[in-house]
T-cell receptor, first 114, second 111 residues
Framework: DAGVTQSPTHLIKTRGQHVTLRCSPISGHKSVSWYQQVLGQGPQFIFQYYEKEERGRGNFPDRFSARQFPNYSSELNVNALLLGDSALYLC?????????????FGPGTRLTVT | ELKVEQNPLFLSMQEGKNYTIYCNYSTTSDRLYWYRQDPGKSLESLFVLLSNGAVKQEGRLMASLDTKARLSTLHITAAVHDLSATYFCAVDIGAGNQFYFGTGTSLTVIP
């Protein structure tokens, strides 16, 4: 089985632009979570979606939004990009919504904002 | 505010030596996870600890969880160069797959 896939792998954007990152979970996984990892730090939780509904949101501004599609894939959108948004964005999938289920992380999307 | 702290932040150790990485967290949780990250790569799951007193071992790594002390340890036995990586602990506070990660421990094993 394929693991969690993310696209694109790398992305360079200019301040003020908008970006959309995509994630496909492992087959059979219905929960998708997004994390931001700034260089040299641990990942920070952004969103969790389960069965197409938002189940949790971390301490991020409204410029960040996400959604989950009927096939359980997910998009993370960031508007009005700032230099500080430069980071590795990780998607993780899990069978269920609770912490009883292990999360599997994708390879990430490296976003650079100039 | 939930805090997850690891120490040390940086660890340089010789091959064959033993060492322990500590993960302290500031809120009640009985679920803790350990991940490994190689430079420029994603996170690889190492251990899932789901109850007080849980102990798991894989190769030269052993993880334990003490929920009363809010402490998890990752013990490295007879380190080898291949273990060089950054290790993160993560806590689930019961709100689902919303993990709070520690600061990370960058481990370098010197031949």
């Amino acid at each position: 089985d394929a693991g969690v896939t993310q696209s694109p792998t790398h992305l360079i954007k200019t301040r003020g632009q908008h970006v959309t990152l995509r994630c496909s979970p492992i087959s059979g996984h219905k929960s998708v979570s997004w994390y931001q990892q700034v260089l040299g730090q641990g990942p920070q939780f952004i969103f969790q979606y389960y069965e197409k509904e938002e189940r949790g949101r971390g301490n991020f501004p409204d410029r960040f939004s996400a959604r989950q599609f009927p096939n359980y894939s997910s998009e993370l959108n960031v508007n009005a990009l700032l230099l500080g948004d430069s980071a590795l964005y990780l998607c993780a999938s899990s069978i269920g919504p609770s912490g009883d289920y292990e999360q599997y992380f994708g390879p990430g999307t490296r976003l650079t904002v100039t | 505010e939930l805090k997850v702290e690891q120490n040390p932040l940086f660890l340089s150790m010789q091959e064959g030596k033993n060492y322990t990485i500590y993960c302290n967290y500031s809120t009640t949780s009985d679920r803790l996870y350990w991940y490994r990250q190689d430079p420029g790569k994603s996170l690889e799951s190492l251990f899932v600890l789901l109850s007080n007193g849980a102990v798991k071992q894989e190769g030269r790594l052993m993880a334990s969880l003490d929920t009363k002390a809010r402490l998890s340890t990752l013990h490295i036995t007879a380190a080898v160069h291949d273990l060089s990586a950054t290790y993160f602990c993560a806590v689930d506070i019961g709100a689902g797959n919303q993990f709070y990660f520690g600061t990370g421990t960058s481990l370098t094993v010197i031949p």
